[in-house]
């Protein structure tokens, strides 16, 4: 993430605590990790940390917009640090892998309403479902 997370926590007006810091290196290593293998992450490396805590950090880490949260349709949420572009997401419907795709685009709205209802539009959520490759060729249809 190229800054080191304890200032990124300073900038954001957040304490830095070892519970957050442990979040954000788990998040970071991963890719589009959920909250439970946060969690497991971080207890591997500063002990016991609650399942609350590991929300409650994760919470308010995308709140100030260090982590970056997708929602996918019937999956639990994912994390991720690459935070501030607009890329979007591919998802395999069999193995839940989660992949980045560049937006075209690149700023946030990259989609606009036909029709608005007077709501300034700050955000269009763009997640792909399909197959990953490995999944194809499991199924010998690649
Ligand atoms: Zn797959
Ligand atoms: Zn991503
Ligand atoms: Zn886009």
């Known amino acids: ?3 080191e997370p304890s200032a990124l926590l ?27 293998v946060v ?22 880490l995308t ?9 996918p349709a019937g999956s639990p949420a994912r994390y991720e640090d690459r935070v501030g572009d607009n890329h979007h997401h591919l998802i395999c419907r069999t193995c839940d892998r989660m992949v980045d795709v560049d937006c ?5 709205p990259c989609l606009t309403a036909v029709k608005d209802h007077g709501y300034v539009v ?11 490759p490995d999944c194809l060729r499991e199924k010998g249809t690649a």
Do not use: F
């Open 10 to 36: 300073r900038r954001s007006g957040l304490r830095v605590t070892a519970q957050r810091l442990a979040v954000m290196r788990a998040v970071s290593e991963g890719s589009h990790v959920s909250a439970d």
């Open 1 to 3: 993430m190229g800054t």
């Open 122 to 132: 700050d955000e269009a959520e763009v997640i792909y479902w399909g197959q990953c």
């Open 104 to 108: 075209a685009v690149g700023e946030a």
């Open 63 to 71: 709140e100030h917009g260090l982590l970056r949260r997708i929602q």
């Open 39 to 60: 969690a497991e992450r971080a207890r591997d490396e500063i002990g016991a940390i609650s399942t609350q805590a590991v929300y409650d950090a994760l919470t308010s």
